[in-house]
Each structure stands twice: as structure tokens, then as C-alpha cells.
């Protein structure tokens, strides 16, 4: 063995690894499978022509969600580190694009945990239905205790408690290590959550009603394809839904084996959360079917997405459903499930990224990055105006975050470094699906463009209509502020060098061993 492969050996160990494919596959998936896949994915595709959006769907999942999984599974599992880090083994120059991600999941895993919080809560309330007879009025009043925009101090501690155990859960889960932390609660909770809601859409389906739901979801709207709209609708979904961009993949394919097969993973990964989309549609319009003929109104009136379905329609079905208790926990503890793995996978981004650089203990690691995000979690998201900062900060590092290091990424792999043709050397070497020239041409061309137009929609909402109707001082700070902030000290974070023991230039993606052992979980 080679000095360079025992080097390369001895730093993967210390990193930690999944204990094999299937773990990689189950944590990939965790990560995929989130609240979006739930509470957004059944009105994107009600709203852009039901049964026709299938189309526009798959073709944005074949076109540009599985090969941007092929691109970041390429960087982390050939070159064996964080996203900076495969980053800059890539190329020194595209270091920052790395840090740019690891910014924005640290400001994604901030306001994620309050809404974990918020179905944690929910679970329980579910029990007794306390929301009472108006959820709405529970959800915003005595739950939230919202008040006029703005940003405020006052602390509610129904809120704070469940949102600092979500935290105490993290903590625990991030420092126990890649496999017995972050494999092992998706081992754990993916299975879980397949049959919980598995069961859950079962109970909806006999609901009085939930054929009205379904008729209104897969009736199909073919004159919708001519819209481009939709065909945004299309590709945006696919993009958040799949966790690309974050950084997430790449971090996550590093962990695994050299010799996995990373195409036939992805393409598992891919089926796998359209799959459990698909299953949430079924299960949500078929609960919205029954509230709607509960309520003798047709579905488009009662059916929403997001906040409004999860904390306010859903608590109204489960009033008037039969074993309502039942399908409110089933709901809800789905929520707390595919939320939880998602979280999980963004605060691994930051915690890899940590180690990489500083050359620090997973545990050392873990409070550097958790600790932060802790309190600023707490002090934003627990105060009576923590929703509205919430959905400013979601919306806007969605958009202009996600999407537009994304396209960057894209372009400055394929016309900057001009690094797709060996990334996809690799990719074949081990691989169950053969990647072409087909590929280069989406990552190059295709899936930028489609990427690129949902972009400028976007921003070109955001310009024509100030978003939501928050004040512009709100939108400034907790938007476009922390969009250029999270950018800005990612590049800044590329200038710090790295420690002399960490192999940046002239490294190989040379196996240390074919039959070693798997790397440990350090503590």
C-alpha cells in the first residue's frame, strides 16, 4: 500500500463512515424525504394539472434531479471530503461554493428545528385535539401567540420547550457520529416512518369523501403542459425535494466505500422520494376529499400547502375524522420523523465542514456548530414573532440560496474547471447505471437553464410584489440580507488555509485497500 493511500486510509477513519451502501441509501433517502415532500408536493401538483403534472415531473426528475445527484455523489465520493473540501480537491478556486452551501444549511438547520418543534407539539395535542373547535385561531393565537410583524423578544414557552428537546435530540444524534448518529437514526426512523404513514394514508382512504379528494389531485389538466409555469413548478419541486444543492450529497457520499456503486444509489435515492411524494398526495387529498365533503365545499376550497395544511387543516380533519386522535399522531409523528432525518443531514454539511478545516473531535465538532445554531434557534424561533422571520428566511434562502449556488456550481464545474468528463470516469468505475455523454449535456446545459429560468421567475416575483406583504425592512434584513451574508462569508472562509496534514493539492482517488474494513466513528 502506498504512502499516500495509508494517508488517505487514516483520514477517512478519523472522518467516520457509513457501515455500508444500504446505511448510505437509508440516510440519503432521510435527508430526501422531508417536510416538503408532505406539505408541498400534493398542492404543486393539484395546483399545475394534477394527474398531468406526472409529466413534467418525471422529466425533471430524469433531466435534472438524478443527474445533479450523479454530479454531487461524483465530488463527495471521489474526493473524499466535506463539501469545501471536495470542492477544493476539485479546483483551489471553487473552495467557496463549498463554504456557500455549508452557510446555507446552518441558516436552513436555524429555522428548520422550529417547525420540528411545532409537529413535535402537535403530536401531543393530537391526543386531545386541544386545538379545539378553530385551529386557526389555536395555531396563530394561543399556540404561537402571534402577533403584527415585526421582531420581538417575547418569549412563548410553550414553543421553547419543545423546540430546545428537538435540540438536546440533535445534539445527542450529531455527536454520536456518522454511524452510530447519523446512519443509525435512519436505519431507525426511515423504516419507521414508511409504515406510520403508510398507515396513515390507509386511514384516510377510508375516509367518507376521500375519492373527491383523489379525483381532484389525478384528474388531469393536459392543457397545463403548454404553461411554462408548470413546467417550473416541475423542476423546482424536484430540485428541494431531493436535497440537492445543500451540499448534503456530497457530504454524504464521501462516507461511504470507494468501490460503491453510486449511479445505481442514486437512482435508488431519486425513485424512492417520488415515490413517498407520490404517497402523499394520496394520503393528503384523500383527508382533504373528507373535509371538503365534511364541509359541503368543493376540495380547491379547503386544499393548501405548508404551514396552513399541516397546523390548521389537518388538526381540522382529524376533529371531525373517525379515530381522529390516531390519524392526527400519525400525522404529525411523520412530520417530526422526515423532518428530523432532513435536519440531521444539513447539520452534518456544517459539522463535516468543521472537522475538515480545523481538524477537531467529532464531539468538538459538533458543539462548534450545534451550540450557535442552538441559541440563535431558540432566540428567533421562540419569541410570539418567530413564524414571520420563519418564512422570510425560507423563502428567500430557498430561492435566492439553494437555487442560485446550484446553478453557479453547475457551470463552474462544467465550463470552469471543466471537471464532468472525469467526474463521470468515476461515476462508471463502480456504477450499475452507465453515464454517457448524455450526462454532460444536462449538467452543462440542460439542467442550469431549467434551474436558471425558475430563478428569474422567482426573483422576478419577489421585485414585482414585496413577498408576503412584509414590511421592506423585514425583507431586507431576514432576506436578501442573510442571502448575500451566507455567500459572502463562504467565500471568506475559502481564504483561511487548510491545516498542512490535509491533502488538498496533487490528491488521488486512490483505494487504500479494495477489502479494508470500513473507517470508525471517532469520538
Same mark, same amino acid.
Given at each position: %500500500?502506498?504512502?499516500?493511500?495509508?494517508?488517505?486510509?487514516?483520514?477517512?477513519?478519523?472522518?467516520?463512515?457509513?457501515? +455500508?451502501?444500504?446505511?448510505?441509501?437509508?440516510?440519503?433517502?432521510?435527508?430526501?424525504?422531508?417536510?416538503?415532500? @408532505?406539505?408541498?408536493?400534493? !398542492?404543486?401538483?393539484?395546483?399545475?394539472?394534477?394527474?398531468?403534472?406526472?409529466?413534467?415531473?418525471?422529466?425533471?426528475?430524469?433531466?435534472?434531479?438524478?443527474?445533479?445527484?450523479?454530479?454531487?455523489?461524483?465530488?463527495?465520493?471521489?474526493?473524499?471530503?466535506?463539501?469545501?473540501?471536495?470542492?477544493?480537491?476539485?479546483?483551489? #478556486?471553487?473552495?467557496?461554493?463549498?463554504?456557500?452551501?455549508? =452557510?446555507?444549511?446552518?441558516?436552513?438547520?436555524?429555522?428548520?428545528?422550529?417547525?420540528? =418543534?411545532?409537529?413535535?407539539? !402537535?403530536?401531543?395535542?393530537?391526543?386531545?385535539?386541544?386545538?379545539?373547535?378553530?385551529?386557526?385561531?389555536?395555531?396563530?393565537?394561543?399556540?404561537?401567540?402571534? &402577533?403584527?410583524?415585526?421582531?420581538?423578544?417575547?418569549?412563548?414557552?410553550?414553543?421553547?420547550?419543545?423546540?430546545?428537546?428537538?435540540?438536546?435530540?440533535?445534539?445527542?444524534?450529531?455527536?454520536?457520529?456518522?454511524?452510530?448518529?447519523?446512519?443509525?437514526?435512519?436505519? @431507525?426512523? @426511515?423504516?419507521?416512518?414508511?409504515?406510520?404513514? &403508510?398507515?396513515?394514508?390507509?386511514?384516510?382512504?377510508?375516509?367518507?369523501?376521500?375519492?373527491?379528494?383523489?379525483?381532484?389531485?389525478?384528474?388531469?389538466?393536459?392543457?397545463?403542459?403548454?404553461?411554462?409555469?408548470?413546467?417550473?413548478?416541475?423542476?423546482?419541486?424536484?430540485?428541494?425535494?431531493?436535497?440537492?444543492?445543500?451540499?448534503? %450529497? @456530497?457530504?454524504?457520499?464521501?462516507?461511504?466505500?470507494?468501490?460503491?456503486?453510486?449511479?445505481?444509489?442514486?437512482?435508488?435515492? =431519486?425513485?424512492?422520494?417520488?415515490?413517498?411524494?407520490?404517497?402523499? &398526495?394520496? #394520503?393528503?387529498?384523500?383527508?382533504?376529499?373528507?373535509m371538503a365533503q365534511a364541509a359541503g365545499a368543493a376540495v380547491g376550497e379547503? /386544499?393548501?400547502?405548508?404551514? +396552513?395544511?399541516?397546523?390548521?387543516?389537518?388538526?381540522?380533519?382529524?376533529?371531525?375524522?373517525?379515530?381522529?386522535?390516531?390519524?392526527?399522531?400519525?400525522?404529525?409523528?411523520?412530520?417530526?420523523?422526515?423532518?428530523?432525518?432532513?435536519?440531521?443531514?444539513?447539520?452534518?454539511?456544517?459539522?463535516?465542514?468543521?472537522?475538515?478545516?480545523?481538524?477537531?473531535?467529532?464531539?468538538?465538532?459538533?458543539?462548534?456548530?450545534?451550540?450557535?445554531?442552538?441559541?440563535?434557534?431558540?432566540?428567533?424561533?421562540?419569541?410570539?414573532?418567530?413564524?414571520?422571520?420563519?418564512?422570510?428566511?425560507?423563502?428567500?434562502?430557498?430561492?435566492?440560496?439553494?437555487?442560485?449556488?446550484?446553478?453557479?456550481?453547475?457551470?463552474?464545474? /462544467?465550463?470552469?474547471?471543466?471537471?464532468?468528463?472525469?467526474?463521470?470516469?468515476?461515476?462508471?468505475?463502480?456504477?450499475?447505471?452507465p453515464v454517457g455523454a448524455w450526462w454532460i449535456v444536462l449538467i452543462a446545459?440542460?439542467?442550469?437553464?431549467?434551474?436558471?429560468?425558475?430563478?428569474?421567475?422567482?426573483?422576478?416575483?419577489?421585485?414585482?410584489?414585496?413577498?408576503?406583504?412584509?414590511?421592506?425592512?423585514?425583507?431586507?434584513?431576514?432576506?436578501?440580507?442573510?442571502?448575500?451574508?451566507?455567500?459572502?462569508?463562504?467565500?471568506?472562509?475559502?481564504?483561511?488555509?487548510?491545516?498542512?496534514?490535509?491533502?488538498?493539492?496533487?490528491?488521488?482517488?486512490?483505494?487504500?485497500?479494495?477489502?479494508?474494513?470500513?473507517?470508525?466513528?471517532p469520538s
Amino acid at each position: %500500500m502506498s504512502t499516500d493511500a495509508i494517508h488517505d486510509e487514516a483520514a477517512e477513519a478519523r472522518r467516520g463512515a457509513f457501515t +455500508g451502501r444500504r446505511v448510505f441509501i437509508l440516510a440519503a433517502i432521510g435527508s430526501a424525504v422531508g417536510l416538503g415532500n @408532505i406539505w408541498r408536493f400534493p !398542492y404543486v401538483a393539484y395546483e399545475n394539472g394534477g394527474g398531468a403534472f406526472i409529466l413534467p415531473y418525471l422529466v425533471a426528475l430524469f433531466t435534472a434531479g438524478i443527474p445533479f445527484l450523479f454530479l454531487e455523489y461524483a465530488l463527495g465520493h471521489k474526493h473524499r471530503g466535506s463539501a469545501p473540501l471536495s470542492f477544493a480537491r476539485l479546483s483551489r #478556486g471553487t473552495e467557496g461554493l463549498g463554504w456557500w452551501q455549508v =452557510g446555507i444549511c446552518f441558516m436552513i438547520a436555524v429555522y428548520y428545528a422550529a417547525v420540528i =418543534g411545532w409537529a413535535l407539539s !402537535y403530536t401531543v395535542f393530537s391526543l386531545g385535539k386541544s386545538w379545539g373547535t378553530d385551529p386557526n385561531a389555536f395555531f396563530f393565537g394561543e399556540y404561537l401567540q402571534v &402577533g403584527d410583524p415585526g421582531v420581538t423578544l417575547d418569549v412563548v414557552p410553550g414553543v421553547l420547550l419543545p423546540l430546545a428537546v428537538v435540540w438536546l435530540a440533535l445534539i445527542v444524534v450529531m455527536a454520536l457520529g456518522v454511524s452510530r448518529g447519523v446512519g443509525a437514526t435512519s436505519v @431507525i426512523f @426511515i423504516p419507521v416512518l414508511v409504515v406510520a404513514f &403508510g398507515a396513515l394514508v390507509v386511514q384516510a382512504l377510508l375516509l367518507p369523501g376521500a375519492t373527491l379528494g383523489l379525483d381532484a389531485l389525478f384528474a388531469p389538466n393536459w392543457s397545463a403542459l403548454a404553461e411554462p409555469a408548470v413546467w417550473a413548478a416541475a423542476y423546482g419541486q424536484i430540485f428541494f425535494s431531493l436535497s440537492i444543492g445543500f451540499g448534503i %450529497m @456530497i457530504t454524504y457520499s464521501s462516507y461511504v466505500h470507494r468501490h460503491t456503486d453510486m449511479t445505481g444509489s442514486a437512482m435508488v435515492v =431519486g425513485l424512492s422520494n417520488s415515490g413517498f411524494e407520490l404517497l402523499a &398526495g394520496i #394520503g393528503v387529498f384523500a383527508a382533504l376529499g373528507f373535509m371538503a365533503q365534511a364541509a359541503g365545499a368543493a376540495v380547491g376550497e379547503v /386544499a393548501t400547502s405548508g404551514i +396552513g395544511l399541516a397546523f390548521i387543516a389537518f388538526p381540522t380533519i382529524v376533529n371531525e375524522a373517525p379515530a381522529g386522535a390516531v390519524l392526527g399522531v400519525l400525522f404529525f409523528a411523520s412530520l417530526v420523523m422526515a423532518g428530523f432525518t432532513s435536519l440531521v443531514s444539513v447539520l452534518e454539511v456544517v459539522i463535516s465542514a468543521v472537522r475538515d478545516k480545523l481538524e477537531v473531535s467529532r464531539t468538538r465538532a459538533t458543539l462548534l456548530v450545534t451550540v450557535p445554531c442552538a441559541v440563535l434557534s431558540l432566540l428567533w424561533f421562540s419569541t410570539t414573532s418567530g413564524i414571520y422571520v420563519l418564512d422570510i428566511v425560507d423563502h428567500f434562502i430557498n430561492r435566492f440560496g439553494i437555487l442560485l449556488v446550484a446553478v453557479v456550481s453547475m457551470l463552474v464545474v /462544467a465550463w470552469g474547471v471543466r471537471a464532468l468528463p472525469r467526474l463521470r470516469d468515476h461515476l462508471n468505475r463502480d456504477g450499475s447505471v452507465p453515464v454517457g455523454a448524455w450526462w454532460i449535456v444536462l449538467i452543462a446545459g440542460v439542467t442550469p437553464l431549467a434551474l436558471g429560468f425558475v430563478l428569474v421567475r422567482e426573483l422576478w416575483a419577489v421585485l414585482q410584489e414585496p413577498y408576503g406583504g412584509y414590511p421592506q425592512w423585514m425583507l431586507l434584513v431576514f432576506g436578501w440580507a442573510v442571502v448575500v451574508l451566507v455567500a459572502g462569508v463562504g467565500f471568506l472562509l475559502a481564504r483561511v488555509p487548510w491545516r498542512p496534514q490535509t491533502r488538498i493539492d496533487g490528491y488521488n482517488d486512490v483505494d487504500p485497500a479494495p477489502t479494508a474494513p470500513l473507517g470508525k466513528d471517532p469520538s
